[in-house]
């Protein structure tokens, strides 16, 4: 093996980065083959239900976390892992199971079409597996928190396994569904914790106050972070509906789907980025490593998507191409400040920098719902992907000069010493 190439092989920032993007990957591709069989198998009634149910789940996860599954990341090489993992686990999936307690019980109003979480077994089911979700989430970050992204890739490999369990749960319509992807993440955990015991992670009921303490602010800036950087993804789509009509919303949908799929490049090296920095690593060295990395993937990914997007669109339907590749290929483009943003945040996670974190996904929260929803009213669904491309480069663009800004205070306090 040339030595380069092996020097590469071992480098945790690019090893870590590489399992990232293929668990990302391979989780599209399983996504994409099980709604493809359940769409043959189903009604279309129980594939409805069953997104709505799997929607449900997803959201209340992401309101359970309070930031500890950034924390974990940032914690793990200074504290005790088990103790931090521990606790982690523990908070997040207690109030996953309250809040899908509290959702259940108030479903005839919050969404009404769910109501066949009325029954006991099913209510039972949905959270049995809405706390397997919650664990298996936290084990994954885990592995990537210890740089071992490889063993997060089989976890998404046992989670695929899905696919295996619609056909003998098809009589059940779909709770069937629901319960096909819920069993998969109570494999999934089962079999990570197996892998976290292998280096020293094991689970106990046990809550690490001084950790809390120690990682409150840190915690609660990320969380805030994190939902105002989600929010825009779950908002857009029903703002499109609303404003643009049923038609537009499933151009901008599909446009954003395949666009995400470059957010995985800069996504998994960022996060490496985040790892490496949290494990001591010299930050200047590796961020300069992990911009070059990707760019040198993103460019010729972004050509690629920018012309064979027609293609992609086409095989959706005729109706994508024609409406929405101009979209796609605006949204594409963005994907470059998207890189930007990325390293920055991942660069505020290592050195605690939460304000930073804050101000700038609050900023980005106005600006691309702002813009999109002023955009729409203006003009046509097109402009939305112009939200994307002006939102994340004005948000690049801050992160470039609060970065530039600190490299001059550096220099004058080091010139005056």
Request: glycine share 8%.
């Amino acid at each position: 093996m040339h030595p380069d190439i092996k020097r590469y092989i071992g480098d945790p920032l690019y090893r870590n980065s590489f399992f990232i993007m293929l668990t990302s990957i391979t989780g599209a591709g399983f996504g994409f083959f099980f709604w493809m069989l359940a769409a043959k198998l189903y009604p279309k009634e129980d594939v409805g239900l069953a997104t709505a149910l799997i929607s449900s789940m997803s959201l209340i996860i992401l309101l359970s976390r309070f930031g500890l599954d950034t924390t974990i990341i940032r914690f793990f090489p200074s504290n005790d892992k088990s103790r931090v993992f521990n606790t982690s686990v523990l908070i997040t999936t207690a109030f996953a199971v309250v809040f899908g307690a509290v959702f259940i019980l108030g479903v005839d109003i919050l969404s009404p079409q769910l109501s066949l979480l009325g029954s006991p077994l099913n209510s039972t089911l949905f959270l049995i597996f809405l706390a397997a979700n919650s664990v298996a989430t936290l084990t994954s970050v885990s592995f990537v928190a210890i740089r071992r992204a490889g063993f997060n890739f089989l976890q998404s490999l046992v989670v695929g396994s899905r696919i295996l369990f619609l056909i003998p749960l098809i009589a059940l319509g779909a709770i069937g569904i629901f319960g096909a992807v819920g069993i998969s993440f109570v494999l999934a955990f089962i079999v990570a914790l197996a892998f976290l015991a292998r280096y020293g992670i094991r689970p106990k009921l046990t809550i690490d106050r001084v950790f809390l303490n120690d990682s409150l602010h840190f915690s609660a800036g990320n969380y805030a972070s994190g939902l105002l950087m989600a929010a825009p993804n779950m908002i857009l789509p029903i703002m499109v509906l609303n404003v643009l009509g049923a038609e537009e919303a499933a151009h901008y949908y599909i446009a954003f789907a395949i666009a995400s799929l470059l957010f995985m490049i800069p996504t998994a090296i960022s996060t490496s980025l985040f790892v490496e920095g949290s494990h001591g690593e010299a930050l200047k060295n590796t961020t300069i490593r992990s911009i070059a990395a990707v760019f040198l993937l993103l460019t010729p990914a972004i050509v690629i998507l920018y012309f064979a997007g027609g293609w992609l669109l086409g095989i959706v339907g005729r109706d994508y191409a024609a409406s929405g590749l101009e979209l796609l290929r605006i949204m594409v483009l963005s994907s470059f400040f998207v890189a930007v943003v990325f390293v920055y945040f991942s660069i505020k996670k290592v050195q605690k920098d939460v304000k930073g974190l804050v101000l700038l996904s609050g900023l980005l929260f106005a600006l691309l719902t702002g813009l999109s929803y002023a955009f729409m009213l203006w003009f046509e669904i097109t402009e939305v992907g112009y939200a994307w491309l002006v939102g994340y480069g004005i948000g690049s663009s801050t992160a470039l000069w609060v970065w530039m800004v600190g490299w001059v205070r550096r220099l004058q306090r080091e010139d005056s010493m």
